[in-house]
């Protein structure tokens, strides 16, 4: 990016960086400010290549599959149950592309502002572990809010369950930012260490489920794939462990939800012939969401129309309604509500990202390396988002959304730097 005023600078890259590095402080706050954001990042960069009159960010494989992506969600909208919320989705949809084509050539004219958004996690996580574990035994906030599910840790998120899926989700560009920036070395990186542990930690006491499954899921992504990083993680990893077994013993209250009860939901310990996915709940959720995918197996049901159509009584299970904003899994919600089609272009996603990291793994046994260790931890915040087997948040929901694509520019913008080298 070519800037010929100072005026130009603040306006195309410094108050785009200042928004970037607040996005973990946003997300903190709500999808409002972050979406905030990353809608005039958007807005500013489409701005300077139509006053530059220069397209050639976009013109990229990522960002064509992303256009054709985005068009079929729009033609999805108009001719498939249509309304107003599915609309709305489909079209603005396309900031998240644009967003992440706008930070990487922010990080090609410069890339020092990453330490400005690396020092905003840092706080972030330090002050939630600091609240969040506050909260744990005194049962409120730092705050004075008053935790009212006494299994549940969730610091400044409130009546919000989200703080593991916050802390899973930013965890590993944490940690792949720090050995980016720090030498391991550095006694700065001693304190990183420490909140790299207590944040695992947090993650398990906040007892959500699915972000305590997601964290190990990382870790284990790291320490297969990694070159230098195998010491280090598996640090973290087990001391984080021997902390939750310390806790466990004092209260047991977090350990009890995350592996007593989840083996009671599923029916595992009850000697029923009757198996449930995950809960009961879940089980029935997604044998609705199955029976509306046979009835629409091409288009689905339509963006966000999932909790519209499960109201038919054709859909009920155990002729009881079973409805829900989305079907709590990420291939299911593709296939529910846009159909094979739409189910497409996640398998593609999947098989590209399991053909590179197989090559990886190769190339690992000659003693070569396709991934730097940086986009390891990078790929691993993006595994979380493509295992299948697990309950999820929704797939269009704007906060989810958000802390999935901050992955994206990181590792874009890694792949140039490392092909410019080469």
């Keep these: 990016m070519i800037f010929h005023t ?29 979406d905030l954001s990353i809608s005039l990042i958007s807005i500013l960069f489409l701005f300077y290549c139509f006053k530059e009159k220069n397209f050639s960010y976009f013109r990229n494989k990522y960002f064509y599959f992303f256009l054709v992506f985005w068009g079929y969600l729009i033609i999805n909208s108009l001719i498939n149950n249509i309304n107003l919320d599915s609309l709305k989705i489909s079209f603005f949809y396309f900031r998240y592309g644009v967003f992440v084509i706008a930070i990487v050539a922010l990080l090609n004219t410069d890339s020092k502002f990453i330490k400005y958004f ?50 899973c989700r930013l965890w590993p560009i944490f940690f792949g930012l720090s050995i980016l920036i720090f030498n391991q070395k550095n006694k700065l990186f001693l304190i990183f260490i420490l909140i790299f542990i207590l944040s695992e930690a947090l993650i398990f006491l906040s007892g959500d489920r699915s972000p305590f499954f997601f964290i190990n899921l990382s870790a284990f992504f790291v320490i297969l794939f990694s070159k230098n990083l195998l010491k280090l993680r598996l640090l973290t990893l087990l001391s984080s462990i021997l902390l939750l077994i310390i806790i466990s013993f004092v209260n047991p209250n977090a350990k009890e939800r995350i592996f007593d009860k989840t083996l009671n939901q599923m029916n595992l310990l009850n000697n029923q012939s009757q198996i449930y ?137 890694s792949k140039n730097l490392k092909s410019l080298k080469n």
């Design 6 to 34: 100072s005026r130009e600078k603040f306006i195309f890259y410094n108050f785009p960086v200042i928004l970037f590095s607040l996005i973990p402080f946003f997300l903190i706050t709500g999808p409002l400010l972050s």
């Design 118 to 167: 690396f020092f905003c996690i840092f706080f972030c996580f330090t002050t939630l572990i600091i609240d969040g574990f506050y909260q744990y035994f005194f049962g409120e906030n730092i705050l004075g809010w008053v935790n009212k599910n006494t299994t549940r840790v969730s610091s400044f998120f409130g009546d919000e369950l989200i703080l593991g899926g916050y802390l």
């Design 277 to 413: 996915i995950f809960t009961p709940g879940h089980h029935y959720i997604y044998t609705s969401a199955y029976k509306m995918f046979l009835d629409n197996k091409v288009l689905g049901v339509g963006v966000k129309n999932f909790r519209n159509i499960c109201r038919d009584p054709k859909y009920y299970v155990n002729n009881k309604e079973v409805c829900n904003t989305h079907p709590h899994n990420t291939y299911l919600q593709i296939l529910t509500e846009t159909g094979v089609i739409g189910f497409i272009f996640l398998i593609i996603t999947l098989l590209y990202f399991c053909k590179h990291v197989s090559k990886h793994l190769l190339l690992k046994f000659k003693g070569k390396y396709y991934f730097t260790d940086f986009q390891i931890c990078i790929l691993s915040g993006i595994v979380i988002y493509l295992w299948p087997f697990v309950p999820t948040g929704n797939i269009f929901n704007n906060w989810l959304n958000i802390a999935m694509i901050l992955n994206l520019p990181f590792l874009i913008w």
